[in-house]
Structure formats: C-alpha cells, structure tokens
C-alpha cells in the first residue's frame, strides 16, 4: 500500500497539483462566474483528462474536484440537489486518474458563503454542508482532507474539526486578500496555530496570491507553528503589489491569459518554498501542468526529460528553429 501523507511530508517535500476550475473554464467545461464544479457529471472525461495531465507533470496528489460542492453553492447554479452526486463523481474521476500510481486523492472542502460569525445558526449549518460532503467522499473513497480558501477562520476551523473525525490526515490552509489577515483579524501565524490546535495536522496557505506575495506569508506560518508540516498553494498570475489578490483585479475571470505566470517562475518559487522550509509545495489558480512539471522538475522529481527520445542536433545542416536560430548559445 503507498505510503500516506504524514509519512511523506516525514520523508521529504510532497508536491500537489494545480489549479481546475479555471483551466477547466478556459477549456469549455465550466461556467466563469459561479465557477461551481459540476462538470464531474457534465464532461468527466475532461476532469479525469486535467487529473491526468497534473499526474504525469509529477503531482504526488489530486485533489477530487469538489471545491464549491456544497449545497447553498450549487444551488445558486439550479444544482442544491446534485450535491451528492457532484461529490461521488468528482472522487471516482480523481481515483480513475490515480488508479495504478502511487498518487494520494484528496476529498476537498472549501468557503461554503454560508458562514457568519453574527448569526448564531451559521456554525451549525456550515458544520452540516461539510459533514453532507465529507460522508459521500469517505464512502467513494480519499486518502486525506484538504479544506481550502477559508477567508473566515471561524469557516476554517470548522472545517478541520469535521475533517478531523475522518480520521484522515487533515490540511487547512486559509487565503488572504490585499489585507493578509482573517476577516477576524488574525494573520497568517495566528491562523496556522488555531487550525492546527482544531486538529489540522497542515496548515498554510492558499489561492488568491502569487508566489512572490505568499512567501512572506509563509515565513509567519512557519515561525507559528514549528515542527508541523506547512503547506503553500499559491496562483501563477502576476499581480501589482497593492492588489495581491488576482480576483480582484478587473481582469478577472476572462482577461487572466497575459497575466500568467511562466514554468520558471514557478519553478524558482518550488525551490524558495522549500529553502524556507514549506513542506506540501503545491500551486492554484492558473498552475496547469506545465508549472507543475517544471515545479517537479526543480524539486528532483522528474528527470530533466523523459521522452527517451535521441535527437540528432545539427547546427550546420538544421533542420529545427531550434538549430537554425542557434539556442543552444
Ligand atoms: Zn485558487
């Protein structure tokens, strides 16, 4: 049996995924706006086609498309009642594209919108949308939680008290807009500390922000809570200094094309990651299977090609742009 999280992120760095919704969107397959995940049901085929891509680029774990599948969610979309079979489908496309790897799928929690910390029945409603996801994605079958993009800490933590009695390895990792702090108020470090007092056995960071604008986030997670494996998951989108958060900005959700970030920049943030000791290395939105690879490429996971092909390389009789144009000097 392949080892589990935990041991893992013992063992060394453990590098996730990408970013769905959006690729998916691009691709024809999912509504910009709501952004909700129905297209396991729609066109699994191009779900299972994306985990796939991520796989081979060298992603250790997938996460089941099951952000946003929750019922006050999809049923914005006309979808409160496919709740169930939006969660069942999305896991069994993860489990088909890990099936005969060693990659870890993870069940997926993410904001419900339904959480207020001023109405005293929120708690106990977000607490059922979570359980209502977590029984079907137990039963189809995940190796570990993810509860993502928590703006909310309350939202946050009880995500990883209802994730926690899985019994499944647990990560919660919140997300910051232009102001790096929970809607309560607590930072990054305060955050991690909390989750990880929840039950959450990683805590960090995802989602709305650059490398270049979580890093600096990292480091207070990391000082927060020593010897608990951190994790960070950030987009590929450039973004100005004083709009860090790539939702907010007016090119979003269909203008994001240019601000892509490039295979290389995602690599060096692989790389500043691990230096500053983040153990789960993953990327969001705008990370598609070429950042991945190059990430995987960078950590020493994946040799620098593996297509086994020999190419006879002629600079004097070219017969590539390559040779032509002389790019290898
Ligand atoms: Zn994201």
């Known amino acids: 049996m392949a080892e589990g999280l935990r041991e893992r992120l013992q063992n060394g760095v453990v590098l996730g995924d990408g970013g769905y ?8 397959y999912v509504h910009g706006g709501p952004f909700t995940p129905e297209v396991s049901l729609t066109h699994p085929e191009a779900l299972v086609e994306l985990h796939r891509e991520f796989l081979r680029a060298g992603a250790e774990v997938l996460q089941a498309l099951t952000f946003y599948a929750s019922e006050d969610k999809l049923a914005t979309v006309g979808l409160g009642g496919r709740v169930d079979d939006i969660n069942r489908a999305a896991v069994s496309c993860a489990r088909e594209a890990a099936s005969g790897s060693e990659a870890l799928v993870a069940g997926n929690l993410s904001l419900t919108w339904g959480y207020d910390p001023k109405d005293p029945g929120s708690a106990d409603h977000v607490r059922a949308l979570f359980d209502r996801q977590l029984e079907v994605q137990m039963e189809a079958g995940i190796d570990l939680v993810i509860g993502e993009t928590f703006t ?7 995500c990883a008290e209802r994730a926690t009695q899985t ?26 500390a909390r989750l990880v007092d929840a039950g959450a056995n990683v805590v960090g960071v995802n989602c709305l922000r ?37 939702t907010s900005l007016p090119e979003f959700p269909f203008g994001l094309d240019p601000l892509q970030l490039s295979r290389q920049e995602m690599a060096d943030y692989a790389l500043a990651a691990r230096e500053l000791g983040v153990r789960y290395i993953g990327s ?21 090609t593996d297509d086994g092909i020999e190419w006879r390389v002629d600079f004097e009789r070219p017969m590539s742009a390559f040779e032509y144009y ?3 000097a």
């Open 152 to 158: 909310w800490l309350g939202e946050a933590m009880i």
């Open 21 to 28: 919704l959006l690729e998916l969107e691009k691709r024809g």
């Open 284 to 304: 969001c939105c705008g990370s598609v299977a070429s950042h991945v690879r190059e990430m995987a490429r960078a950590l020493g996971k994946l040799p620098e």
């Open 210 to 246: 650059n490398p270049a604008h979580t890093l600096p986030l990292m480091r207070e997670v990391l000082e927060a809570v020593p010897g608990v494996p951190v994790a960070c998951q950030p987009v590929a989108y450039r973004t100005p200094a004083e709009s860090p958060d790539f």
């Open 167 to 192: 019994g499944l390895p647990v990560m919660v990792t919140m997300s910051f807009e232009k102001d790096p702090h929970a809607y309560e108020g607590p930072g990054p470090g305060e955050c991690a």
């Open 326 to 328: 002389r790019h290898d």
